[in-house]
């Protein structure tokens, strides 16, 4: 079945490490997404990639980075940089360039401890 | 002004009720519009897309007032497995933006 994989499901970090979520799918879409959810809070956008080797600061994009390499790859490092990253992550991808409906992973979730 | 606001509950409402959810939108360029299901820590699912003055799907009805800039979810026949958290989503005016709600909870009750 198609559909979009995130890896660790739980993380949890010591401050100052980086750490690297991983964000794979095989659906073939074009555009790929990293949104951080805080408790009772809204999905808010960290990165975005319309294609392959290019990408584009979301809202709140200091403290992570991101490559896309590959069309099936988008993975996010939250580096020691990000003052509070305890925060589940989402992973999203949409078909075209344009915002279609994403499709979402079953997230990452970040303890620092 | 956020670019999307709505009212975050929660709604607690019996089996068998109709409940609705209003969601305000900022940018009047917003053509599309969807409305996301999410359960307690889980992804994100889509509900419904809205492309033009609404949408409705089985029991659940969506409308679009552009006027007013707000986009409506109506929820008739309640379930138990209604309740979750339902996002609202306009499509924003950069292109590959999508800006989502904080959501609406609502809790369904036997």
């Known amino acids: 079945d198609g559909g979009i994989t995130q890896s660790p499901k739980y993380l949890f970090r010591k401050e100052g490490q980086n750490v690297t979520l991983s964000c794979e799918q095989n659906?073939?879409?074009?555009?790929m997404y990293w949104y951080r959810q805080d408790p009772g809070q809204g999905l808010r956008l960290i990165y975005y990639?319309?294609?392959?080797?290019?990408?584009q600061k979301g809202d709140i994009a200091e403290g992570y980075s991101v490559s896309r390499e590959k069309k099936e790859s988008f993975p996010l490092t939250v580096t020691s940089a990000q003052k509070n990253p305890t925060a589940f992550y989402l992973c999203?991808?949409?078909?075209?360039?344009?915002?279609?409906?994403?499709?979402f992973g079953a997230g990452s979730r970040l303890t620092v401890l | 002004r956020k670019e999307v606001e709505q009212d975050p509950g929660p709604f607690n409402v019996p089996e068998g009720a109709t409940v609705a959810f209003n969601c305000t939108y900022s940018?009047?360029?917003?053509?599309?519009f969807f409305w996301y299901r999410q359960d307690c820590r889980k992804e994100p699912k889509l509900l419904m897309s809205?492309?033009?003055s609404g949408n409705e799907d089985g029991r659940f009805t969506a409308q679009l007032n552009r006027a007013s800039q707000y986009i409506s979810l109506l929820i008739r026949d309640s379930k138990l497995s209604d309740s979750a958290t339902y996002l609202c989503?306009?499509?924003?005016?950069?292109?590959?933006?999508?800006?989502f709600g904080r959501g609406t909870q609502l809790t369904v009750w036997p």
């Open positions: 999203a991808s949409s078909a075209g360039t344009g915002a279609n409906v994403l499709t």
């Open positions: 659906l073939n879409h074009d555009a």
């Open positions: 990639s319309q294609i392959v080797n290019d990408f």
């Open positions: 940018n009047s360029a917003s053509q599309s």
């Open positions: 809205v492309y033009s």
């Open positions: 989503v306009p499509r924003g005016s950069t292109l590959g933006r999508l800006y």
